[in-house]
């Protein structure tokens, strides 16, 4: 049977089934097409333009910006890894890829902008009209959402939010398990108790208040500080508002561990191990590090090993080049390094309440202060420089100066009471350097109300820029090591040529200073005051703020010398150049081995634990 073509079907029959109603059809086709295009637009700019910037919006909470991270190799998040924003702490992370299209798509998403008044109208957000500073906006969405976040007027946190890092136990909690492996010769286990505060002090002698005293070891900063982040008010599991990351590495116990009789690669291991943790996490990625914060309570030599000798003291965590990056909190930093910041050493008082605070004040501001100076510390035999010595016998040979011995064998300078006892009663106190640059006791003396004496800049006025006055004559007496070692001035004469009314007025200065000074009980907060904690945290988000919108704003620190790091810190707001200084040849490193050094410093934290042995034994 033949089959038909095409081309043989009668033309009838192919009208048939089209001629009927010819025009009809063609306006139902013309009406279903219009409605097909109205839907669509309605979808595309109704439904996915919400959807759209919502999805952006929380792809902008983990997707870092582009930073220059000088020789850092940063980690970008996978966002498809990133399941929520409340499981941080077990994202997956992934290594950027070299796809310059993938970079720029990162680097130009923009930042959604808070339905606020005053901001720019749409016709600015984009285009021609766009600014410079609002581009640049556009290149770091992460900032502006956390610096956006200080606009809320409403919100008492903004741009005040801090994001905790869950590390692995064994950087901070297996440390405190194995307490007895702290130290060589004190059992840091009682130390640890009560939040790191230590056993309570009893108040036999009345010589403190009868709550919030404890025996506190001066290097406990490192669990004390972690603890009280714990009560921070504006902790958040959302990295991206955060104005600052913290890491509760317990780097001073670390290093504490293995010090004495371990090699190199076992000092390193847990630095070298939390930089890699941190540098796979997505939060690394956003400044490169630059915007997290760590707390060691130890002096800033035990971290800074100048080789990788195996006679050479300490470990090398604060010359790594991610902790480079860091701020680094420790009791006492360097005059020439950017990356160390100082923070005060614990004393023995640690309020709950403010009211601890002001009835503590009121005491000291009645005490009858019967010595004109005291002392309190040991001879330093073994080291030409020290003027110890010569302090030592300015008390002894003056009526009035008080000395509190602090040699080998049983020793008043290790009873709290003592110490407190002197301090309480004495108008000025001596505090010379001590093994390194700073001593615990300036502190103690402080909280006493006596007004400190220092001998050279890097023991208070160059480490505490974030606590003390910058002009150190409000609340201290600076007397030049010179004029003790090669002048032998005199003391008494020194202080006695200050007026009655001038002491009355430091002194009020110094006990109007206690509350920024010392670290109120973790396990409670204060109401209104802020403590040492809280200038510190602070100080951390208005560095790291400040970075950003220089960032933003496309400010560079091209003249910055780090050697010269003490004076960027004592310069007023809005200086940049820094010039001259009178201490200067405090911290010069002369070849002839005449002045300060690293070297010397290195040598004065072995001192510090050679000391550390003496008081115990």
């Avoid at 595309?44 to 952006?56: D, R």
């Avoid at 025996?215 to 959302?238: G, H, P, W």
Wanted: proline share 6%; net charge neutral; aromatic share 10%.
């Amino acid at each position: 049977m033949r089959r038909r073509t095409a081309s043989s079907v009668p033309i009838e029959q192919m009208e048939k089934g089209t001629g009927k109603n010819h025009n009809t059809r063609l306006c139902f086709l013309a009406s279903l097409s219009a409605f097909f295009w109205i839907l669509l637009l309605y979808f595309h700019f109704v439904v996915l333009g919400t959807s759209n910037s919502n999805a952006i919006d929380d792809s902008l909470k983990l997707q870092p910006s582009n930073v220059n991270t000088d020789s850092i190799n940063t980690h970008l998040p996978d966002p498809h890894q990133i399941q929520s924003d409340t499981h941080l702490e077990t994202a997956r992370v992934r290594e950027p890829e070299n796809n310059p299209e993938s970079d720029t798509h990162l680097k130009n998403i923009p930042a959604r902008e808070p339905k606020k008044p005053g901001n720019y109208p749409k016709s600015r957000q984009g285009g021609s009209g766009e600014t410079k500073k609002e581009t640049k906006e556009k290149e770091y969405p992460l900032f502006m959402r956390a610096l956006r976040t200080v606009e809320n007027k409403s919100d008492p946190c903004g741009g005040r939010y801090i994001y905790v890092h869950d590390l692995p136990p064994r950087f901070n909690e297996d440390m405190l398990r194995e307490c007895r492996s702290l130290s060589l010769w004190t059992n840091m286990c009682k130390f640890t108790t009560n939040a790191g505060l230590g056993p309570p002090l009893e108040n036999v002698e009345g010589v403190f208040s009868d709550t919030g005293w404890y025996a506190t070891n001066q290097f406990a900063v490192d669990v004390i500080f972690s603890n009280r982040m714990k009560q921070y008010e504006c902790l958040t599991r959302d990295s991206s508002l955060a104005a600052a990351i913290f890491v509760p590495f317990y780097a001073g116990f670390d290093i504490a561990r293995f010090l004495w009789g371990h090699n190199i690669s076992r000092r390193d291991a847990a630095s070298l191990d939390l930089v890699d943790w941190l540098m796979k996490r997505p939060e690394w990625g956003i400044m490169g590090g630059k915007d997290h914060f760590l707390v060691a309570g130890r002096i800033t030599w035990d971290f800074r090993r100048l080789s990788d000798e195996e006679n050479d003291w300490g470990n090398k965590l604060l010359f790594l080049p991610a902790a480079k990056n860091m701020s680094m909190l420790v009791v006492e930093s360097s005059p020439w390094n950017a990356n160390d910041f100082g923070i005060p050493y614990p004393t023995y008082f640690h309020p709950a309440r403010d009211a601890d605070v002001f009835n503590w004040q009121e005491r000291m501001r009645n005490l009858e202060r019967k010595w004109l100076f005291s002392f309190a510390g040991a001879p330093r035999p073994g080291n030409p420089k020290s003027i110890r010595g010569k302090l030592i016998n300015q008390c002894k040979s003056s009526k009035r100066g008080k000395l509190l011995e602090c040699d080998f064998g049983e020793s008043k300078c290790h009873s709290p009471s003592s110490i407190m006892q002197m301090f309480q009663s004495s108008l000025f106190c001596l505090q010379p350097q001590g093994d390194s640059y700073t001593r615990r006791s300036a502190f103690d003396s402080m909280l006493a109300g006596c007004i400190p004496v220092f001998f050279h800049p890097g023991s208070a006025y160059t480490q505490y820029t974030w606590h003390l006055p910058k002009d150190y004559t409000k609340y201290s007496v600076f007397i030049p090591e010179d004029d003790i070692r090669k002048r032998n001035i005199s003391i008494e004469e020194r202080l006695l040529q200050i007026s009655p009314e001038q002491v009355k007025i430091m002194r009020e200065e110094v006990i109007g200073l206690i509350p920024r000074l010392v670290y109120a009980d973790p396990r409670s907060k204060l109401e209104t005051l802020k403590d040492a904690f809280d200038v510190s945290v602070q100080a951390v988000i208005d560095k790291v703020t400040k970075l950003r919108r220089d960032i933003i704003e496309g400010h560079t620190d091209d003249n910055f010398i780090e050697e010269n790091s003490w004076k960027y810190a004592l310069l007023e707001e809005g200086q940049r150049e820094v010039g001259p200084h009178e201490w200067d040849p405090f911290f010069s490193k002369p070849k002839d081995g005449n002045g300060d050094s690293v070297d010397s410093s290195a040598e004065a934290a072995k001192n510090s634990w050679k000391n550390e042995q003496r008081s115990q034994t």
